[in-house]
């Protein structure tokens, strides 16, 4: 079992910027690969961003340059930094955890993960 708490989001002006914490607590297993995913209303859920537990990380071409995903292994902490955030962005965003993968191919899909943050809602508008 792994637990995913999610803490930050809210509402920004567009080129604001945000940073979504994710604890991860439980089963090393299964959070040996961390990612961040997003769903706007009407849409499917997107991958955004993924690492693993050697430091390996990978963003999606819709938020490269703009998004940084890091961890701190000592706190169990991931994080999303999003930086020029634009209106596009607006969606619920959720932390997963699923087993290690030592290649990041497949990291922004869903099947990657078993384990779901409860989603926090990040809202870019002026």
């Known amino acids: 079992q792994v637990q995913l708490v999610q803490s930050g989001g809210g509402t920004v002006q567009p080129g604001g910027s945000l940073r979504l914490s994710c604890a991860a607590s439980?089963?090393?297993?299964?959070?040996?690969?961390m990612g961040w995913f997003r769903q706007a209303p009407g849409s499917q859920r997107e991958g955004v961003a993924a690492?693993?537990?050697?430091?390996?990380?990978k963003v999606a071409d819709s938020v490269k340059g703009r998004f940084t995903i890091s961890q701190d292994k000592d706190k169990n902490m991931v994080y999303l930094q999003m930086n020029s955030l634009k209106p596009e962005d607006t969606a619920m965003y959720y932390c997963?955890?699923?087993?290690?993968?030592?290649?990041?191919?497949?990291?922004?899909?869903?099947?990657?993960?078993?384990?779901w943050g409860q989603g926090t809602q990040v809202t870019v508008s002026s």
């Open positions: 997963a955890s699923g087993p290690f993968t030592y290649t990041l191919s497949a990291a922004l899909r869903e099947g990657a993960y078993n384990y």
């Open positions: 439980g089963s090393i297993t299964n959070r040996a690969l």
């Open positions: 690492i693993n537990n050697l430091g390996s990380a």
